[in-house]
């Protein structure tokens, strides 16, 4: 396998691509420029101010739009050589369809990241949708409740693969369908801010119970089964949410070059993917979940099913974890045919791990009234066990710091899912925002030392890491906790000009990168 303990000396550095992260709508800003439409995340932070603490909203941001170069100097100062960043889908496709027309300025945008990426030797690995939907899809059919999300979506990644794909050779359908569905569709704590009126009066719509479930699976139109006679089958996944396959193509003599045999209604992508040869996969999230006690073994297991295998498994094995269609037994959890089924087995070339945060779990009965999505695991999600905290509290409340959990995580996913190629697409951690220049964060160092050491071991361990993306390059637009909390190795001063300053932590990982560290193994724990 190609393995990525690249042996310098004495110490190697285990990370291959030592990367940053970021996306459109928390960096780029410029929310009304050059004809970007509006996204859901715009019309939220207008219609509920106050489910974003200060009343804010990213329609600067760090002003990347205009800023990037600065950026991608910080990549290239620090030493990272690859770069995770997401497309506005509104702002190439401002209506979110192919009617509505394509907006030339952001794709010169693209563009010129892309390439100013490339010339300083840093990747670019592209998330095609982190978020950000076009506020006009929500508003004709619902957005991700609409099955006529599937042909928009397909020809949105369509034109980023056209676009963008001579260059691209990473993308990332989805990230976190898992936060989509909860916090859009269940709590309504972020867009589009649906959930039930039992749970969160403010509710403008939702029901928190049976539509996290239909954005989970958001089904397909089918396509004609690819012939058995091509000498290579695809499948290639546009996941929707995880569920389902948009779209099958058959790709024959590849190899020989000849016929490029692309039979359903959008076959170009596939096309596009066959040539281009990229790889493509899609970022998931959870915290790891710890039994609270042994009793609360099967419990933990189930916290785990309903948030992160929920959409593994269907990818890796064409099916719901049993412990959800056990759980969900009223008909709101869907099924997938067995033709959905065949698709989606094995439609990734990788899976991203986003991980943050570890908690533990008890079994608690099941609720008979009221219920949401969040009430079907019948699990209680509790950060300490007889007043001990299972870690330090970071900048936000959900933040438990357990370095052991990105480890763990890993090995669950190696074990149980036959072994993928995984990159940890996010990790990193938030200080709360002082107010002032704040550049001292070691409490940041401490935490990417640890979890790189964790990362390590699952490596050790025989996990399939390719490679590591910290979690973020800047200061950003953190939804719903706007800009109270910094997740960056750069600072970012949002009160004036969207000035950047190395924090203590770009620092170390400059020095990590070079090298550096070898001699002192121990204090740093990564080498
Ligand atoms: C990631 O999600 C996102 O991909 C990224 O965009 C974001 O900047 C980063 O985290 C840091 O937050 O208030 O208790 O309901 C991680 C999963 C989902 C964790 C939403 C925080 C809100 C918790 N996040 N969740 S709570």
């Not at 599937?150 to 050779?169: H, I, M, P, T």
């Amino acid at each position: 396998k190609k393995r990525f303990l690249l042996a310098t000396g004495s110490a190697s550095c285990f990370i291959p691509k030592m990367s940053e992260s970021s996306k459109a709508l928390e960096c780029e800003g410029a929310a009304h420029e050059d004809g970007r439409g509006p996204s859901i995340w715009d019309t939220f932070s207008e219609k509920f101010p106050e489910k974003i603490m200060g009343g804010n909203n990213g329609s600067i941001a760090d002003d990347s739009y205009n800023l990037y170069k600065e950026d991608v100097n910080f990549l290239h100062q620090i030493g990272f050589d690859a770069y995770r960043f997401s497309i506005s889908w509104s702002r190439i496709l401002p209506c979110g369809d192919l009617k509505g027309g394509i907006n030339q300025a952001g794709i010169d945008y693209y563009n010129n990241l892309i390439n100013h990426l490339l010339s300083k030797g840093v990747k670019p690995y592209v998330t095609i949708f982190h978020w950000d939907l076009p506020e006009a899809l929500q508003h004709t059919y619902g957005g991700f409740l609409g099955a006529e999300i599937v042909n928009d979506f397909r020809d949105y990644a369509e034109l980023c693969f056209q676009k963008f794909g001579d260059r691209v050779k990473h993308w990332t359908t989805l990230n976190e369908p898992f936060s989509v569905v909860h916090n859009g569709f269940t709590t309504g704590q972020e867009a589009p801010g649906r959930c039930s009126s039992f749970t969160n009066p403010n509710c403008t719509g939702g029901d928190g119970a049976s539509e996290p479930y239909i954005v989970g699976h958001t089904s397909s139109s089918l396509m004609e089964p690819p012939s058995k006679s091509t000498e290579k089958m695809l499948a290639l996944f546009l996941l929707c949410f995880g569920s389902v396959l948009l779209c099958f193509f058959t790709v024959t003599t590849l190899e020989t070059g000849t016929v490029l045999n692309c039979d359903c209604v959008s076959h170009l992508l596939l096309c596009f993917q066959a040539i281009q040869k990229g790889e493509i996969g899609i970022a998931l999230n959870t915290v790891w979940h710890y039994p609270y006690s042994y009793a609360d073994k099967l419990a933990a297991a189930r916290a785990t099913a309903f948030t992160f295998d929920y959409f593994v498994e269907p990818i890796v094995y064409g099916k719901y974890p049993t412990e959800m269609v056990n759980h969900v037994k009223d008909g709101r959890l869907p099924t997938f045919t067995p033709e959905e089924s065949s698709m989606l087995k094995g439609s990734y070339d990788f899976i991203g791990i986003n991980y943050y945060s570890s908690s533990y779990v008890k079994d608690v009965p099941c609720a008979t009234e009221n219920i949401t999505m969040s009430t079907d695991a019948c699990v209680s999600i509790v950060g300490e066990r007889n007043g001990v905290p299972l870690g330090p509290t970071a900048g936000s409340d959900w933040l438990l710091i357990y370095p052991e959990g990105i480890r763990d995580l890993l090995l669950h996913v190696k074990f149980k899912f036959d072994d993928p190629v995984l990159y940890i697409t996010e990790n990193g951690v938030d200080e709360a925002s002082i107010g002032e220049i704040f550049l001292n964060d070691d409490l940041r160092i401490d935490y990417y030392a640890h979890h790189l050491k964790m990362v390590r071991d699952a490596i050790l361990m025989g996990v399939d890491v390719k490679g590591y993306f910290a979690w973020s390059l800047m200061d950003n637009f953190e939804w719903a906790e706007g800009y109270t909390v910094r997740f960056g190795l750069v600072f970012v001063d949002f009160e004036d000009g969207r000035k950047r300053y190395l924090k203590k932590s770009a620092k170390w990982f400059r020095k990590l990168l070079k090298g550096e560290y070898n001699g002192t193994r121990q204090k740093v724990a990564v080498i």
